[in-house]
């Protein structure tokens, strides 16, 4: 939903990032509104994953120029363990598994991290119980889930289901969600994306990082980036989605290389 | 030239000549052992870097410790639970002066206690090892127990001791069929040694379920052996979990004498400052189809140090054989060390024995994983290094589980 009065919730200002010795990001710009929902697309490497990563605060990328502000604070100053409690949300695109870490000890001290932060009572187990039982629904997750340890052994399905479970707890403004949608099937994917969808509202925003066109068919985007080379390389509506679709990623070779004539 | 003689008198220790001239005079139940002991430790160096068994762990932390009798402390611990034993046991006094044994647990008898005594150290080719010698020269009594057949038994044996030397000896016999949950601690609550000899018999059929929770503090050293004998379908699980001492020396050795049984092998250790935790492991399949079940876990901080050596004998006549070893080790610090090695010797050729060990630090995935759902950085680490433990305390006995919270271990340990 385009509020254009709507509160700026991430402003993306000329970002630059390295990991280790290699330029990734040169020179993002992106603004996101509450209420909306943006989709970024691009071939692999075109530095999608490595936006989501800087956001989140991945001590693996460097940011060597440009700015970050989340609701007017300067996000690459926090710890990512602060960006999340503040109402940032990474959804991995391969979530992590950690044997040996209760999934439903992980989510309350998650969930109650959060709460923590915004002046909210923490939670003891038994509310809490009660709490992810309803947010379950969700997503359809079995309640069996959350006696295993943090992923180790779901399949990817359910590794994605357990994310958004996450964001469903972690009620986050700014939810980045990372190619939620790989190695989903058709049911995994309409589950997921049913989630993401009952969660988007007026004063939260979504921005989702993904390939192809098939997750835009179930959540719908306002906008659409394409990005390559390490910045947004146009930007437009959801019918750009199809366009990429339809065409496929050989234009944006072409748009590059006029680029780098016109630089020339 | 007398063997005494060529060996340089100080590896012997000074401390050591001392201790063995003010000792009192060899007595009681064990004087003939005792005696046997301390001619040993006369006889023979102290073990040093220059044996292979010894080769990572230095033993010179010994050398400051007071060997006087060490007096018994009074350990923080939860009620007993209904229908366990739990017995103060200091080495010295005699434990179960005003108990009432339960059903199926018995006192050995001196003729019992005299043809029982070392059989399974020599079974285990241990009989002769220093700490073993350290512990015949130093130990006034042994508790001698049987548990009589079919009968099920739990126990729990308790040793704090305050300053000093605390020599504890153990005899169990355990008859067909007869099932042993035994949980024992061991806490020093100020410096000195603590020695501890087990011999465990199981005849066919039995199972003995034994958790070792050793918590020390950096001027106390512990130097265990626990020597098991198994007969066919017995099994055994042993679980030990140290954290604290300056310097722990563990032994565990199992021997199959017929192959046909399960040794289950469970161990933590964990080392911060400048202390040492040494487990050197021996399992010996002396007939077919016995399975070996071990893994080994270490968390090494600080200047640390952990040392594992894990010994599988599997010789000709322990055909089909089923052992699997491994060697976990978490490294929290660049300057903490880790040496972990497995010492197969295979000569049957229809086994399978499987090993492995892994060195690494806290995953950065991880703990950015953690640290992405708003969990801080230190509480990150503390969850992960929690899980890590938690796979070796979680198959401790309920009593034993419930002495060492990781709170408490990791307290020792700092």
Redesign the interface.
């Known amino acids: 939903m385009i509020r254009p009065d709507a509160p700026v919730l991430l402003e993306i200002r000329d970002l630059h990032a390295r990991v280790e010795d290699k330029a990734i990001l040169k020179g993002v710009n992106l603004t996101i509104r509450a209420g909306e929902i943006h989709a970024v697309m691009g071939r692999n490497g075109s530095g999608k994953s490595t936006l989501s990563k800087v956001l989140?605060?991945?001590?693996?990328y460097t940011v060597t120029s440009g700015s970050v502000h989340y609701r007017g604070e300067n996000l690459l100053e926090l710890?990512?363990?602060q960006?999340?409690?503040i109402g940032v949300?990474?959804g991995?695109q391969y979530?992590?598994e950690?044997?040996?870490?209760s999934n439903l000890e992980?989510l309350r001290?998650?969930t109650n991290?959060?709460r923590q932060?915004q002046g909210h009572e923490e939670l003891d187990t038994f509310a809490f119980e009660d709490l992810v039982r309803e947010r379950l629904k969700v997503v359809q997750m079995d309640p069996a889930f959350l006696e295993r340890?943090?992923n180790e052994g779901f399949s990817g399905g359910e590794k994605k289901r357990n994310e958004i479970l996450?964001m469903a707890l972690?009620e986050p403004l700014v939810a980045i969600l990372d190619e939620t949608d790989s190695g989903l099937d058709i049911d995994a994917l309409r589950i997921v994306a049913g989630g993401v969808n009952q969660l988007a509202n007026a004063d939260n925003a979504t921005l989702l990082i993904t390939h192809y066109q098939r997750l835009l068919d179930a959540i719908t985007p306002d906008y659409v980036h394409v990005m390559a080379a390490g910045r947004i390389l146009r930007t437009g509506g959801k019918e750009l989605a199809l366009e990429l679709e339809e065409r496929g990623y050989d234009w944006v070779d072409q748009e590059l290389a006029a680029l780098a004539a016109e630089v020339a | 030239m007398p063997a005494s003689l060529a060996a340089p008198a100080a590896a012997k220790g000074a401390w050591l000549d001392a201790w063995l001239a003010t000792a009192p005079a060899a007595s009681g139940e064990l004087a003939l052992v005792q005696q046997r002991g301390r001619e040993a430790l006369r006889q023979r160096p102290m073990p040093s870097g220059r044996d292979e068994d010894w080769r990572f762990t230095d033993l010179s932390l010994l050398q400051t410790l007071p060997l006087t009798a060490a007096s018994a402390a009074a350990a923080a611990l939860p009620e007993v639970s209904s229908g366990a034993l739990r017995v103060n046991w200091n080495g010295s006094a005699d434990p179960l002066a005003d108990q009432a044994l339960p059903a199926g647990l018995q006192r050995l008898s001196a003729d019992e206690i005299a043809q029982g005594l070392g059989h399974t150290l020599a079974a285990a080719s241990c009989e002769q090892h220093w700490p073993v010698e350290l512990n015949h020269a130093a130990a006034e009594r042994v508790l001698a127990l049987r548990v009589s057949s079919r009968s099920q038994v739990s126990l729990e044996l308790v040793s704090a001791a305050a300053e000093g030397l605390q020599a504890l000896r153990l005899l169990l016999l355990l008859e067909e069929k007869a099932e042993l949950d035994l949980s024992q601690l061991i806490e020093a609550q100020g410096a000195g040694l603590h020695s501890l000899v087990i011999e465990a018999h199981l005849a066919r059929g039995a199972q003995l379920r034994h958790g070792l929770v050793a918590l020390g503090q950096a001027d106390a050293a512990l130097l265990a052996h626990l020597a098991i004998e198994q007969e066919p379908e017995s099994q055994v699980q042993l679980t030990s979990v140290s954290s604290g001492w300056g310097l722990a020396r563990l032994e565990p050795r199992a021997v199959q004498v017929d192959g046909a049984a399960h040794t289950t092998l469970r161990g933590l250790q964990m080392v911060d400052g400048q202390r040492i935790a040494d487990t050197h492991s021996f399992v010996e399949f002396k007939g077919p189809e016995g399975q070996l079940d071990q893994l080994h876990k270490a968390v090494a901080a600080g200047q640390g140090r952990s040392v594992f050596n894990g010994a599988v004998r599997v010789p000709r006549a322990a055909q089909r054989t089923n052992a699997a070893q491994l060697s976990r080790n978490l490294l929290l610090s660049d300057r903490a060390r880790i040496d972990t090695k497995p010492e197969l010797e295979i000569v049957a050729d229809d086994v399978k024995c499987a090993h492995g060990a892994t060195v690494s630090s806290l995953q950065?995935?991880?703990l950015?994983?953690?640290?992405?759902?708003?969990?801080?950085?230190d509480?990150?680490a503390g969850?992960?290094q929690?899980?890590?433990c938690?796979?070796v305390l979680r198959e401790l006995p309920a009593a034993a589980r419930s002495w060492c919270s990781l709170e408490r271990l990791l307290e020792a340990a700092a």
């Open positions: 989140a605060g991945h001590p693996a710890d990512p363990e960006r999340a409690r949300f990474l991995f979530p992590v950690i044997p040996g870490v992980f001290v998650a991290a959060r932060e340890s943090v996450q972690l | 950065t995935d991880e950015f994983y953690l640290q992405s759902r708003g969990i801080g950085a509480q990150a969850l992960l929690r899980a890590f938690e796979e």
